[in-house]
């Protein structure tokens, strides 16, 4: 027998939205008041001070809509909120303790209030642990906001979501999903994998969410893969020493001298101060003289005149003329003996 409940309803069309929560309102509390008194309290900076007094009155009016008294004390250097007779929604105190959270991490109170509102959480991300060094930190921290604050304001565009980086801390203001990727883009930067390859997946994947066809499929086919090419930068050590070529001995190396025992050999040891003084002196003295002699050595090879080519020249025609003249010599000598034997015969 076919089902008689998957009929088509005349009510249920397209513009009803299915998963929409609506707004709890006190008609809702029908418990009534709450029997226990919650209350949350946090401690804010000292450079906080002056604009937490100043948008106090906006804050406590915000909250007041939702029944939660809230306290600033400026002597300790903390705020507090607490539930009252008038709070009808259990949820609200978790959210103004997020609240009072986002404020003392130097979030403008204007923007800190939409917290209130259903469907808007906060992540504040703990950065300094995930760096040992103080100077990689900050440099991969201003990593996080990029030129001019282009990197963050992608990020924020992409992910719906609004981001503060102050000090130690990144806090991050949206949805449950939007503040899930935010968390995995800003520890990923902090081990050294640069947010624009993240930010280049949150592009590709909002460009395949429009395609109704590939809405529903895996995306892995078309994300891209970045490999980590960065080398072992293992330490070389300077001088490389064959280990090979040593005989091996069960004794340890004899201990080297100390500078008192190289100052007993010397015999500097057993002079006065007067004496170490001036024999220091003589020592630097001398380092000196030898560091001037070369920088004047240095200076003076700019100055040497250069071997003129015409003399070597000269020599050379003069040796060749000798050399020509030895032989031509030799010939005439030669052919006189032979005129000669000719006019004795």
């Not at 979030?107 to 209030?113: E, F, I, R, S």
């Not at 809405?215 to 086919?221: G, L, M, P, T």
């Not at 007993?264 to 630097?284: H, N, P, V």
């Given at each position: 027998?076919?089902?008689?409940?998957?009929?088509d309803?005349?009510w249920d069309?397209?513009d009803?939205?299915?998963?929409k929560?609506d707004?709890f309102t006190p008609?809702q509390n029908?418990?009534?008041?709450?029997?226990e008194e919650?209350?949350f309290?946090?401690l804010?900076?000292k450079?906080?001070e002056?604009y937490?007094k100043?948008?106090?009155?906006?804050?406590?009016?915000?909250?007041?809509?939702?029944g939660i008294?809230c306290?600033l004390?400026?002597?300790?250097?903390s705020?507090?909120v607490k539930?009252?007779?008038?709070?009808?929604?259990?949820?609200?105190?978790?959210?103004a303790?997020?609240?009072i959270?986002?404020?003392?991490r130097s979030?403008p109170?204007?923007?800190?209030?939409k917290?209130l509102?259903?469907g808007?959480?906060c992540?504040v991300?703990k950065?300094r642990?995930l760096?040992?060094?103080?100077?990689?930190f900050?440099k991969?921290?201003?990593r996080?906001?990029?030129?001019?604050?282009?990197?963050l304001?992608a990020?924020?565009?992409?992910?719906?979501t609004y981001?503060?980086?102050?000090?130690?801390t990144?806090?991050?203001?949206?949805?449950y999903?939007?503040l899930?990727?935010?968390?995995?883009?800003?520890?990923d930067c902090?081990?050294?994998?640069h947010?624009i390859?993240?930010?280049?997946?949150?592009?590709?994947?909002?460009e395949l969410?429009?395609?109704?066809?590939l809405k529903n499929?895996n995306?892995?086919?078309?994300?891209?893969h970045?490999?980590?090419?960065n080398l072992s930068?293992?330490?070389?050590?300077f001088?490389?020493v064959?280990?090979?070529?040593?005989?091996?001995?069960?004794?340890?190396?004899?201990?080297?001298?100390?500078k008192?025992d190289?100052?007993?050999?010397?015999?500097?040891?057993?002079?006065?101060?007067?004496?170490?003084e001036?024999?220091?002196?003589?020592k630097?003295?001398e380092?000196?003289k030898?560091?001037m002699?070369?920088?004047?050595?240095?200076r003076?090879?700019g100055?040497?005149a250069?071997?003129?080519?015409?003399?070597?020249?000269?020599?050379?025609?003069?040796?060749?003329?000798?050399?020509?003249?030895?032989?031509?010599?030799?010939?005439?000598?030669?052919k006189k003996?032979?005129?000669e034997a000719v006019e004795?015969?």
């Amino acid at each position: 027998m076919p089902s008689t409940y998957k009929k088509d309803k005349p009510w249920d069309t397209d513009d009803i939205d299915k998963w929409k929560e609506d707004a709890f309102t006190p008609d809702q509390n029908l418990g009534g008041t709450f029997s226990e008194e919650s209350s949350f309290a946090t401690l804010f900076p000292k450079y906080r001070e002056t604009y937490l007094k100043a948008s106090w009155p906006m804050i406590t009016r915000a909250l007041e809509k939702h029944g939660i008294a809230c306290t600033l004390d400026l002597v300790e250097g903390s705020m507090t909120v607490k539930t009252t007779r008038k709070t009808y929604d259990p949820a609200s105190i978790l959210n103004a303790r997020d609240l009072i959270k986002l404020l003392a991490r130097s979030v403008p109170a204007p923007q800190a209030v939409k917290i209130l509102d259903d469907g808007v959480a906060c992540d504040v991300i703990k950065i300094r642990g995930l760096v040992r060094n103080k100077e990689r930190f900050v440099k991969r921290r201003q990593r996080i906001l990029g030129p001019n604050g282009s990197t963050l304001k992608a990020l924020e565009l992409l992910t719906q979501t609004y981001i503060l980086v102050q000090g130690n801390t990144v806090s991050a203001m949206g949805g449950y999903k939007s503040l899930k990727e935010v968390r995995r883009v800003i520890e990923d930067c902090m081990a050294n994998i640069h947010p624009i390859y993240n930010i280049k997946e949150l592009m590709i994947k909002r460009e395949l969410a429009k395609d109704p066809e590939l809405k529903n499929e895996n995306w892995e086919r078309f994300l891209p893969h970045f490999k980590k090419r960065n080398l072992s930068k293992r330490r070389v050590p300077f001088k490389v020493v064959d280990k090979k070529k040593k005989v091996y001995t069960p004794f340890p190396p004899e201990q080297e001298k100390s500078k008192v025992d190289l100052q007993i050999e010397s015999g500097e040891y057993f002079l006065g101060k007067l004496a170490k003084e001036r024999a220091q002196r003589e020592k630097r003295d001398e380092v000196m003289k030898e560091k001037m002699e070369d920088r004047k050595r240095k200076r003076e090879e700019g100055y040497e005149a250069p071997k003129e080519e015409t003399e070597v020249k000269k020599k050379k025609k003069k040796k060749k003329r000798r050399e020509e003249e030895g032989v031509d010599g030799e010939v005439k000598k030669v052919k006189k003996r032979k005129t000669e034997a000719v006019e004795q015969e």
